[in-house]
């Protein structure tokens, strides 16, 4: 049985699909020939270029924040930009209430901006 190479998986697609990206990947192969340039070591280097521009282009899609959880005492933040959950804890400062951000340990950051913008947060804090 022929090793596995690690640090790669299989996926079956539509015979048309394959086509056409073969077909792109051909003609590359030979524009860049004719062109003297570096061609296209393989199909599975050619496409995984192809996915991996697709990702990033969803990436960059993504909004920065988006609104992961809510708790009892506070809200979980996704930022996008840093890859990683902030969580903003609703407390109360004399008979006001704050936004606290854990991540950032400041009530004035985006985390906290984007917080105030969140439906639930304007409930907690009205009710107050
Ligand atoms: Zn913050």
């Given at each position: 049985?022929p090793?596995?190479?690690t640090?790669?998986?299989t996926?079956n697609?539509?015979e ?13 192969k030979?524009n860049?020939r004719?062109?003297g340039?570096?061609e296209?070591?393989?199909?599975v ?8 521009k697709?990702k990033e ?7 920065r ?9 506070h809200?979980t ?8 959950l902030i ?7 004399g ?14 950051c ?6 105030w913008?969140l439906?639930y ?8």
């Amino acid at each position: 049985m022929p090793a596995k190479r690690t640090g790669l998986k299989t996926i079956n697609v539509d015979e048309d699909i394959f086509n056409y990206f073969y077909e792109q990947y051909k003609r590359e192969k030979e524009n860049a020939r004719l062109l003297g340039e570096p061609e296209p070591k393989s199909f599975v280097r050619f496409m995984t270029d192809k996915l991996r521009k697709l990702k990033e282009l969803e990436e960059k899609k993504k909004p920065r924040f988006e609104h992961f959880n809510v708790y009892e005492d506070h809200v979980t933040i996704r930022d996008n930009e840093t890859k990683r959950l902030i969580d903003v804890y609703v407390k109360n400062q004399g008979v006001r209430k704050i936004l606290w951000c854990e991540f950032c340990k400041s009530q004035e950051c985006i985390h906290v901006g984007y917080a105030w913008s969140l439906s639930y947060i304007q409930r907690v804090i009205a009710g107050s």
